[in-house]
């Protein structure tokens, strides 16, 4: 293994095994009824009793019929293969540094192992707003601004984008003017659109959440008005040495919901809660892997737990996973749901802003630090 740096080796209790367990059991959810016109209140209790079942069970859950058009997928994916397919000085115009988090980055560790991977983080606000630092005293705060490599993705993509280009038509400009305003526009585009998608279906989940947790179902939607969503294009290239790394250590994600898009080549492996079991989630084609992060596990008072979960990589194929972070905005303060707490299920965390919990581990991912980052049980309660 002389070519892998040890930088990426995982202690031997974190290595991944070679017997993998295929997970029937996360729940595979049919979200085709917020399709429709009207909600039969059966149909809706059903599906409520589904997320809820899978969100104590797993902390896990597919969805299909989501209602985000398949091109949007396929184009995002795409856009991903291509930007991950330039040569590295170009990736590396886009690279992201201590004070812009979004970008381009090939060294990030997770719990101080640096994980097999690089990747292209956005934003879904641009600009958002972030806390300069994570030091609670510290009131400034900046934009987050996202970068856009002006090397574009090739011409077979850029068909694809013709069909609903609109610039065609409308300026009557030159071809060449055209098409040079397609190509810079064209990898940002189908980030954005994409984004927009992702936003449609975070309110549908959050509001089934809010139901499941047996409040109103725009409970929450406040919080998400300044959000700090962001999405990641991960691109997992084949590893050497797939028994000793990890494309991600096992970390859980600290925002409300993650959506995740992965591709065919599998790896996303979840904590079973039953027996502490690494068990491998099977691509589905076309569905999104969801999973109730920190924040939710907070507002329900643990009810709901947010699962540990990793990445496995391997000698042959590169893999592709976009995931869609649904965060709230950097002034909310996060603690469990005043409308669940009473005598016998008292508050278990103490309230935590946001802003300053996502900067500190923005800052950690960063560089390898000596001490474990920043984890909702350090705002734990001692009841
Ligand atoms: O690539 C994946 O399947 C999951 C990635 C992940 O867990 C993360 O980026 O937080
Ligand atoms: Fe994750």
Known sequence: MGEVDPAFFQAPEHRPKPTKTEAEGIPLIDLSVLNQSSVSEDDLARLISEITDASQKWGFFQVINHGVPSEYRERIEAASRKFFGLPKDERKKVNRDE???????????????????????????????IP???HPDDQDVRLLINQWPENPPDFRLIDIYFCTCQIWTKLNCPLQLCLIQCLFVLFRKVCEDYTQEMLKLSFKLLGLIA??????????????KDQTS????????????????????RHKDAGALTILAQDDVGGLQVKRKSDGEWILVKPTPNAFIINVGDIVQVWSNDKYESVEHRVMVNSERERFSIPFFFNPAHYTWIAPLEELINERNPPKYEAYNWGKFFSARKRSNFMKLGAENIQIYHFKRNN
């Open 211 to 224: 139901l499941s947790l047996g409040v109103p179902k725009d409970r929450f939607d406040g919080y998400f």
């Open 230 to 249: 962001f999405i990641r294009l991960n691109h997992y290239p084949p590893c050497p040495a797939p028994d000793l790394a990890l494309g991600v250590g």
């Open 99 to 129: 004070v812009n988090p979004m970008g381009y980055y090939d060294t990030e560790h997770t719990k101080n192992v640096r994980d097999w991977k690089e990747v292209f983080d956005f934003a879904a606000e641009n600009p958002a707003i």
């Open 132 to 134: 300069v630092s994570d």
